[in-house]
């Protein structure tokens, strides 16, 4: 367990602030300020710079890990990403001015160089801002919000509204009534003695082992079975290593980036919702195929009451015989 939870980047980020701001401050008493005091000033700025930089260094580092460790939902992982992005360019900022000091170390520092330090600190202070917006406003961080007792990775909150604004209505499971799911509860598929075949027309052997569906169509149901009794391995079964996924305006290119992110609160969403599939087609040909998906999701989530449509486009290429799910995309 580690000393800090969830990790160190809010204890590091503090320092950067802290000595980042201070020395920025101290160059403009440099240039600016009385004369009997630039030399101080001046002093203090390039000691309290270095300082910042090293923490700057350790500040990025702590906040990539957080980025991808930390448990968070959609609309919080945009918050996370806007956050990194101001950081980013404060860090790239402060990074310019760090060649600048050192190559005119010998100099007294100049009023561009002032500003421009002037400048680099408020983004930095933005970047903390943003950064505010993340803990205090989505919880990201906070242990008992968002909930991320589904397992590791994130509690992809899929709250009310559309994917594209909001949370999204991904990953639904057929409808209880005749979806596999429905049929297998939270363990791996059972074994049956003739094919079982759904109300919406797809059908899949349960004789088969899980990660083999003769169909595209019954890949897809399949896939759905396994995020909500929570299989892991038989999701990965059914997709491709280098998946690519489409959702809510980002992307995971491979089953690992999907497993460590949005999988764990996928599963989480659809076992604690209902779906009915209204339609499924299925297209391509011999080893190329596309099914989509239109659904109707309804019910609760993290206190959140769903009722709306969701739309779902799997493309699967099958290899040696097997269809494996290649890309998705969902809204």
């Not at 005749?178 to 004789?207: F, I, K, L, S």
Request: proline share 4%.
């Amino acid at each position: 367990m580690p000393v800090i939870e969830p990790n160190w980047h809010p204890v590091v980020v503090h320092f950067v602030i802290a000595l980042l701001s201070a020395a920025s401050f101290f160059y403009a008493v440099a240039v600016f300020g009385p004369a009997a005091r630039r030399d101080g000033a001046r002093a203090a700025a390039d000691w309290t710079f270095a300082l910042g930089m090293l923490a700057l260094a350790a500040g990025v580092a702590a906040g990539f890990y957080a980025y991808y460790t930390v448990a968070h939902d959609t609309e919080s992982h945009r918050a996370m990403t806007a956050h990194r992005n101001v950081a980013l360019a404060a860090a790239a900022a402060f990074a310019a001015l760090a060649v600048w000091r050192w190559i005119t170390r010998a100099q007294a520092p100049n009023a561009v160089f002032a500003v421009a330090s002037l400048a680099a600190a408020a983004l930095v202070l933005a970047a903390g801002y943003k950064g505010g917006e993340v803990v205090f406003a989505h919880g990201v961080g906070v242990q008992r919000m968002p909930d991320a007792s589904a397992g590791d990775g994130h509690d992809h909150d899929h709250g009310d509204g559309g994917h594209a604004d909001e949370a999204p209505e991904t990953a639904a499971p057929e409808d209880h009534d005749h979806g596999a799911a429905a049929e297998h509860g939270g363990e791996e598929t059972p074994a049956a003695a003739t094919p079982h075949v759904h109300d919406d027309g797809t059908a899949h052997d349960h004789d088969a082992p899980a990660d083999v569906p003769d169909t595209p169509e019954s890949v897809v149901a399949a896939f759905h079975a396994a995020l909500e009794s929570g299989d892991v391995d038989a999701a990965r079964a059914l997709m491709a290593p280098d998946v690519v996924i489409l959702e809510g305006g980002g992307s995971e290119r491979s089953f690992d980036e999907y497993a460590s992110h949005h999988l764990s609160s996928d599963m989480a969403f659809v076992a604690a919702t209902e779906s009915a599939t209204i339609r499924r087609d299925a297209f391509g040909g011999d080893d190329v195929a596309w099914v989509v998906t239109e659904g109707r999701t309804s019910g609760a989530f993290n206190g959140r009451e769903i009722d709306r449509a969701s739309l779902e486009t799997m493309i699967l290429r099958r290899t040696d015989g097997v269809w494996r799910i290649v890309h998705v995309h969902w809204s």
